[in-house]
């Protein structure tokens, strides 16, 4: 998911560009936004059902009509609606505000900062330079992409695995890949975050096949690989 972050000071376009931004995207994959409204806290609606149960205590309380939904959580985490972005499949995130947070982007007017990608670019050469904006990707968007390209009836499965080697999972990838009823498995470091914006590094091993039976023999192969490694790097 490439993550547009835009910030500025009150009134220096930024609803304008992002709106721009979002019918410009549309042909190229699912837009999600997130807009930081911590200097103007929001307002829920008083008496609806939601409200109740959220103010009752609940940690989530969402709504659905015929045609959206609507979540309130008791979460302010950026990291966490990134992520939460990512595995809905969003091609892409624009994010609004949070001028002080670490995350590489688009400064509008004559607002400061050290992560500055772009200052008041038009529509146009945001679309031009979006290899330059960060990418943000979670264990589970690795592994759907997966089941997606291996089709609707295909079985998924993965292990995630902190402080592992980069060549033994790629090593245990490939060894996947050659099980019988296996049709795709991926082994790499996933970055998850950018730079300093949150960053965080997972061992991440997927692997997809055309039964439960042949994935889960094929991850315990693989379980057995890495850990065989791990004793390698240990001794």
Known sequence: MIVIHIFGR????????????????????????IKHSGHHPLALEEGKDTTLHYQAGASGACAIDEEKSILILADERLTNALDAASERGAAFCIVEGFKNVPLPGIALGDVGGDHILMRNPTVEEILMNLDRFPTWTTPKTLLDRLLDDAGPESSGSMLILHGADEDALRVAAEAARRAPGITGAEGRLLHIGYGDAFCDTKGCLAIVGTTPRSVTQALTRCADLLSDAEDDRNY
């Open 10 to 33: 009150s009134n220096s376009g930024k609803t304008t560009l992002i709106e721009a931004l979002c019918r410009r995207l549309a042909g190229r994959g699912r837009i999600e936004t």
